[in-house]
Structures are given as C-alpha cells and as structure tokens.
T-cell receptor
Framework: KAGVTQTPRYLIKTRGQQVTLSCSPI?????VSWYQQTPGQGLQFLFE???????NKGNFPGRFSGRQFSNSRSEMNVSTLELGDSALYLC????????????FGPGTRLTVT | GENVEQHPSTLSVQEGDSAVIKCTYS??????FPWYKQELGKGPQLIID?????GEKKDQRIAVTLNKTAKHFSLHITETQPEDSAVYFC????????????FGPGTSLSVIP
C-alpha cells in the first residue's frame, strides 16, 4: 500500500497570509489527524477527522481549521499566518474506530517570514 | 489533564550496547502505548506498540514493557546500531479515546560507532 502523502513538502509564506495543506491517507484509512511539530513544543495535536467529521480538537486558536472529504483526504488551513506558525505539520492516518495505530506522512515544512 | 513525560531527553550509547527510554502517563484509563522513531527529515514511524492487557512485547531487537500500576512504559533497544540513531517518541491516548493522542517530548538517541 502507498503511504501517507502530504503536499506541498515545503512552503514559504508571509505574515498575514493564509495557507492550505493537503494530506492523502493510506487507502482504506478513515481517520486523519494533524499535528504541529516545533523544536520548543514538540508534537502537538491539532485535530482529528473521521468520516468527514471532526471528532476532537487540540488547543490551537481558531485560525487553524481543517476538513475531510468523502474520499478521506484531508486539508488543514491556517489563516492570518504568524511567525510562530513556522513548523513541520504532520498528518497521520489510522484505520479508524477500533485501531489506534497511526501512520505519519513526511510532513509539510511551513516557514512564515 | 493529560500528560506524557519522557526520559531521558538525550541518550548516547556505544554501538552494541542497550538503550532504555522511559515514559510515564497520567490518565489511568489509557490502554494503548505506541513508540515512534523519527529520522531527520521524515515523519515519525511506528516501531512498536503495546496494549494494556499485556506487560511486555518484543520485536527482534526492540521491546516495550508496561507497568499499569505505576503508569509507566519503557522502550528497550538491544545491540544498538548506528542506524538506530533518531528521535524516539512515546505516546498515549486520552483515556480510551482513539481520537486524541498525547506525545512525549522525545528522546534523541545517538549510537556511537
């Protein structure tokens, strides 16, 4: 099976702009989680989607949002970018309700200048 | 609230020696404990996991032990090799919820040839 794919891999944006990141889970997986990884804060949970519904959300401001499509692909959006949003954004897919195993993509490296 | 602590933050061992990384969790309802390995420029990779109904699980040179009473679990790597050098993360779900996983801060392991 193909692994989790994320696009783009690298992105440079300016403060105040918005950005959309994309994630395609492993075929058959219905759960997609998003994480922000920074040297100072480590891996922090953003939100999780299952069958197009957000089941849980981490402690991030409303500028961070996401959605999931009927084919399980997911996108996350960050509006009004701040310098502190510079991070590696990771997507992880999981089969869903009865299986905890998460499989991560390579991430999108976002740099905000 | 949920918390996962991980020690040590850095670990340096000679090739062939063993490495042990320990994690503690706060939510006594947690029932699934994965370990991830993250190499430079890549997303975390699931290397082993354990569920709360067993005390130990092995996979070749890697083993994980779980002490539910003390709420801690450990990763053991035997006969370490240079390619084991990476950052290792432990994680625990929030209670029995599969929609939110809390990660430890990570351990940077260096295996010296």
């Amino acid at each position: 099976k193909a692994g989790v794919t994320q696009t783009p891999r690298y992105l440079i944006k300016t403060r105040g702009q918005q950005v959309t990141l994309s994630c395609s889970p492993i075929s058959g997986h219905r759960s997609v989680s998003w994480y922000q990884q920074t040297p100072g804060q480590g891996l922090q949970f953003l939100f999780e989607y299952f069958s197009e519904t957000q089941r849980n959300k981490g402690n991030f401001p409303g500028r961070f949002s996401g959605r999931q499509f009927s084919n399980s692909r997911s996108e996350m959006n960050v509006s009004t970018l701040e310098l502190g949003d510079s991070a590696l954004y990771l997507c992880a897919s999981s089969p869903g309700q009865v299986n905890y195993e998460q499989y991560f993509g390579p991430g999108t490296r976002l740099t905000v200048t | 609230g949920e918390n996962v602590e991980q020690h040590p933050s850095t670990l340096s061992v000679q090739e062939g020696d063993s490495a042990v990384i320990k994690c503690t969790y706060s939510d006594s309802a947690s029932n699934y404990f994965p370990w991830y390995k993250q190499e430079l420029g890549k997303g975390p990779q699931l290397i082993i996991d354990i569920r709360s109904n067993v005390g130990e699980k092995k996979d070749q040179r890697i083993a994980v032990t779980l002490n539910k009473t003390a709420k801690h679990f450990s990763l053991h790597i035997t006969e370490t090799q240079p390619e084991d050098s990476a950052v290792y993360f432990c994680a625990a779900p929030r209670g029995t919820s599969y929609d939110k996983v809390i990660f430890g801060p990570g351990t940077s392991l260096s295996v010296i040839p």
